[in-house]
C-alpha cells in the first residue's frame, strides 16, 4: 500500500492510499473519524487518478473508506474557507465523472452529501448491507452542491429524490439497490466484492453516464413539492431551491443545472440559516464535551434504571430506558397511581404500534422489562434511581434520605427536579458525589433534551456516565449548574414577564405569540403557558408571596386563572378553545386586560412585531449572557442547544444566542437599553469590543 503522489500537487496526501489488486487499482481514504471532504482528500484522489491514467496495466478503479464509513460529506468546517483553499470537491467530481476508465464506488457505514455524489460520479456502486446513502445537505440549511440535484433525480427519479433531498434523511442499502442507487450489495468483504464487480462488470461494459440520462417529472409533482414545503420547511431557504434544481434536471441539460447548482448552493451557505444550522451541528457535538472529562473518566455501568413516580414524568422517563432495553423498577405510593401511571405507559405504546413504527410484539417486549412497586426497597439493586416527583423540597429531601439507605453502594441518585436546588438535596446522603440532575423536559419520552444538573459534590464518573447514558437513551445532554431553573426555565421566566409588560403595555397576546410564529417557533409565550397551565405559575406566585409576607398577587394573568380559566385543560385561559385544541383569542383575556390596564393606569400603545421579537428573543439573550458570566452554562452554544431541543426556538436561527450574533451584540445592547433593560456585564463587555458569544466560546475553549 504506498501513498498516492499527486504530480499536480507538491507533498504526497497522507489521506488516500493507494494499492493495486490485479488490474484494479484501490483508492482509500483514510480521514478519521468519518472520511469528510477535508483539505487533502481531494489531492490524494487526483493523484490516484492520476496513477491509473498513466499505468496502462489498470483498468478499473474503486474507492473505498478507510476506518468506518465511506465520505460522509464535504468537511462542514472548511464551509467558510476562502473559495480558492476550500477542498474542491466539483472539481474532483468533473474529472471522476468523465475518467476513461470505469470507476466502482465500494461503500459502507455512511455516503452521505459529497460523499454520496462522488458515489455518483463513479460508473457503478457497491455497498455493505447495511450502508446508508443520503444527501443531508438541507439540514445545513443548504443543498447538495457537486452534482446531487440533478444526478439524483436521473437515478432514483425525481419523486424519491425530492423525498430525500428535502427530508436530508438516509435510505439503507437494500433500498437504494432496487431504486438503482446501488448496483450490488456485497455479502462478505465490501473491497472484495467491488474489485469482483470491476473486473467482471465495469470493464466488460460501456460507460455509463448518469449525466447522459433524462429526468422525468410533472408540473403537478413540483407543484405539490412547493405547497409542502410551507409545512415541513417553513421560512427556510434551501428546500425551495432544491425543488427548483430538482425541476431543472427534468428540464435542461446536465451541464446547465450543474452550473446553476453551484451559483444556488453559494446563495444557500452564506445564508443566516445555514451559519444558524452549521453552528447546531458543531455546538450539539461540543455540548456533549465536558472540559476537565476525557476519554479515560471512569463510567458506571447502566444495566437497570428505578423510577420514583409513576405520573407523567415518571412514565415518560421509565419509557426511555425501555426502550434501549434497560429493565426499570417504577415505585408509587398507592396502587392505583402505580396502575394509572402503566396504563399510560402501555396506552403510549400501543398508540405507536397503532401507526406502525413498533410492532405489538415490541410493545409487549418492553413492558415485561418494567416492574411496578409500592415499595422503594425493591430500588435496592438499580445501577441509577431517578426521583420524578412533584416540586417539593420537604418531599424530595425525604426521597433521597430513604434511598441513601435503601440504593446500592455506588447507585447514581438523580432528581428529575426543573428547577430546586440539588446540592440541598444532596445534602441529606451520605453519598453526595453520587447525586445528579437530570431534568426532562415534558413530554420525557419525546423531548430530547436532557439537561444534566451538576451539583458541587458530583464526581466525575457520575457526571461522565449520566452523559453517556443521556447518548444511549437517545436525548442531548447538556451540563448545567445549580441555580433556580438552571438555564432553560431560568431564561424562560424572564421571557414570560417579558410577554406579559408587552400586553400590558397594549399588545394583544395573539400579536405576541404571531411574532414568535415569524420567528419560527411553533408557540409564542401565551400558546406554551395555556398549554402548560396557567395554574401551575399561579400557584408558584402565590406561595412565593406568602411565604415572602407579600400581598397576595392581583396581576392579570392572576385574574385570569381566578376566573377557573386555567388554560386549555379548561377549554379556557388566554385564549378560548371552542374545540379544544385551537386557541382563538378571548374577549374574556381582552376584558380582564382593559380592567386591569385602567386600574393601573397603564396607556395602551401600539407595539410593531419588530419591537416584540427583539424584546422577548433579547431577554433570553441577556439572562443568557448572564448565565455564562455564573458558568452555569459551560459554552452559548449549549444555551442555543437548550434551546432548540427543549422550547422549539427554530434550528435555522442557531438559538437565541447564534441570532444574537446574527444581529450584532452592539444593536443587542442598544436594543435592550432602549427597551429599559440593563444589558448584562458579559453582553457589554462582548459588543464593546467586537466580539460575538461565537468568540467567546472559542477563547474558552482555547482557554
Ligand atoms: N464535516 C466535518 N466534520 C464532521 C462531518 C462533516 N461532514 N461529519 C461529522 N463530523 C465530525 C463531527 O463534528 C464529530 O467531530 C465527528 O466527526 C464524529 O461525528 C457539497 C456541501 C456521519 C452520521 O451532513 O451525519 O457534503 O465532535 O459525532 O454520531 O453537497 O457525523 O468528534 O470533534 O456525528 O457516528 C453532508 C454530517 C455535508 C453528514 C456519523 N454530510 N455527519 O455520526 O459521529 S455537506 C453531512 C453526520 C455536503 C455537498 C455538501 C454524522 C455521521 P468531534 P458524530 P456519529
Aim: net charge negative; with cysteine; proline share 5%.
Amino acid at each position: 500500500m504506498s501513498q498516492a503522489q499527486s504530480p499536480s500537487s507538491s507533498g504526497s496526501s497522507a489521506l488516500v492510499d493507494t494499492s493495486r489488486q490485479g488490474n484494479v487499482l484501490v483508492l482509500t481514504i483514510n480521514n478519521p473519524p468519518v472520511n469528510a471532504f477535508s483539505p487533502g482528500v481531494p489531492e490524494g484522489l487526483h493523484a490516484g487518478l492520476d496513477m491509473a491514467e498513466a499505468d496502462e496495466g489498470i483498468q478499473a478503479v474503486v474507492i473505498i473508506g478507510g476506518g468506518r464509513t465511506f465520505i460522509a460529506g464535504a468537511d462542514i468546517k472548511t464551509f467558510d474557507m476562502p473559495r480558492e483553499q476550500a477542498p474542491d470537491l466539483r472539481g474532483f467530481i468533473t474529472r471522476l465523472d468523465a475518467f476513461s476508465k470505469p470507476t466502482v464506488a465500494a461503500i459502507h457505514g455512511t455516503a452521505l452529501g459529497g460523499g454520496l455524489e462522488v458515489a455518483l460520479a463513479c460508473n457503478y456502486r457497491v455497498a455493505t448491507p447495511d450502508a446508508q446513502l443520503g444527501l443531508p445537505e438541507v439540514k445545513l440549511g443548504v443543498l447538495p452542491g457537486a452534482g446531487g440535484t440533478q444526478r439524483l433525480p436521473r437515478v432514483v427519479g425525481v419523486q424519491k429524490a425530492l423525498e430525500m433531498m428535502l427530508s436530508g434523511n438516509p435510505v439503507r442499502a437494500a433500498e437504494a439497490e432496487a431504486l438503482g442507487l446501488v448496483d450490488e450489495l456485497a455479502d462478505g468483504d465490501l473491497l472484495t466484492a467491488a474489485v469482483a464487480y470491476a473486473e467482471a462488470v465495469a470493464m466488460a461494459r460501456p460507460l455509463p453516464r448518469i449525466s447522459e440520462r433524462a429526468a422525468e417529472g410533472s408540473a403537478e409533482l413540483f407543484a405539490a413539492a412547493r405547497a409542502g414545503l410551507g409545512k415541513t420547511h417553513k421560512g427556510q431557504l434551501a428546500p425551495g431551491l432544491i425543488v427548483d434544481l430538482a425541476e431543472m434536471a427534468t428540464q435542461k441539460p446536465f451541464q446547465e443545472g450543474w452550473d446553476a447548482e453551484a451559483a444556488l448552493f453559494m446563495q444557500a451557505k452564506d445564508s443566516p440559516q445555514s451559519r444558524g444550522l452549521r453552528h447546531i451541528f458543531f455546538a450539539e457535538r461540543e455540548a456533549g464535551k465536558i472540559p476537565g472529562l476525557g476519554k479515560t473518566t471512569p463510567q458506571l455501568e447502566i444495566r437497570s434504571a428505578g423510577i420514583i413516580g409513576a405520573g407523567t414524568m415518571g412514565g415518560g422517563i421509565a419509557m426511555n430506558f425501555l426502550n434501549v432495553g434497560i429493565p426499570v423498577t417504577i415505585v408509587e405510593t398507592a396502587q392505583d397511581a402505580l396502575d394509572r401511571g402503566l396504563g399510560v405507559i402501555r396506552k403510549n405504546y400501543e398508540n405507536t404500534a397503532k401507526k406502525g413504527r413498533m410492532s405489538m410484539d415490541d410493545v409487549e417486549k418492553r413492558m415485561a422489562l418494567l416492574t411496578p412497586t409500592l415499595s422503594m426497597d425493591d430500588l435496592k439493586d438499580a445501577d441509577i434511581i431517578i426521583e420524578a416527583v412533584y416540586e417539593n423540597m420537604d418531599v424530595k429531601k425525604e426521597i433521597f434520605t430513604r434511598l441513601d439507605a435503601v440504593a446500592k453502594p455506588g447507585a447514581i441518585l438523580a432528581s428529575n427536579t426543573s428547577t430546586l436546588d440539588v446540592n440541598e438535596i444532596a445534602s441529606v446522603t451520605k453519598r453526595p458525589e453520587s447525586v445528579i440532575g437530570l431534568h426532562f423536559f415534558s413530554p420525557a419520552n419525546v423531548m430530547k433534551l436532557l439537561e444534566i444538573v451538576r451539583a458541587d459534590k458530583t464526581s466525575d464518573t457520575v457526571l461522565a456516565t449520566s452523559m453517556a447514558l443521556a447518548k444511549k437513551i437517545r436525548k442531548v445532554g447538556v451540563v448545567v449548574g445549580v441555580c433556580d431553573g438552571f438555564v432553560g426555565n431560568r431564561m424562560i421566566h424572564h421571557y414570560g414577564d417579558e410577554a406579559r409588560k408587552l400586553v400590558e403595555e397594549g399588545a394583544k397576546p395573539q400579536d405576541v405569540d404571531a411574532a414568535m410564529h415569524t420567528l419560527g417557533l411553533p408557540m409564542g409565550p401565551f400558546e406554551m403557558s395555556d398549554m402548560a397551565g396557567l395554574d401551575v405559575g399561579y400557584l408558584i406566585r402565590q406561595h412565593q408571596a406568602k411565604v415572602a409576607g407579600q400581598p397576595k398577587p392581583d396581576g392579570w394573568l392572576d385574574r385570569i386563572v381566578e376566573q377557573g380559566r386555567k388554560g386549555q385543560k379548561t377549554q379556557a385561559g388566554i385564549y378560548d378553545y371552542p374545540d379544544g385544541r385551537k386557541p382563538v383569542p378571548s374577549a374574556a383575556t381582552d376584558e380582564v386586560l382593559n380592567t386591569y390596564r385602567s386600574e393601573k393606569g397603564l396607556q395602551s400603545r401600539e407595539i410593531s412585531q419588530e419591537e416584540a421579537t427583539k424584546r422577548l428573543t433579547y431577554s433570553l439573550v441577556n439572562e443568557g449572557a448572564q448565565i455564562l458570566d455564573e458558568g452555569i452554562a459551560q459554552r452559548a452554544g449549549d444555551i442555543d442547544v437548550i434551546y432548540i431541543y427543549g422550547y422549539g426556538f427554530p434550528a435555522y436561527r442557531g438559538g437565541p444566542m447564534q441570532y444574537a450574533d446574527e444581529q450584532g451584540l452592539s444593536s443587542v445592547v442598544a436594543d435592550l437599553e432602549n427597551y429599559g433593560h440593563t444589558p448584562a456585564p458579559l453582553l457589554k463587555k462582548l459588543a464593546q469590543e467586537g466580539k460575538t458569544f461565537a468568540d467567546w466560546d472559542k477563547e474558552k475553549a482555547r482557554a
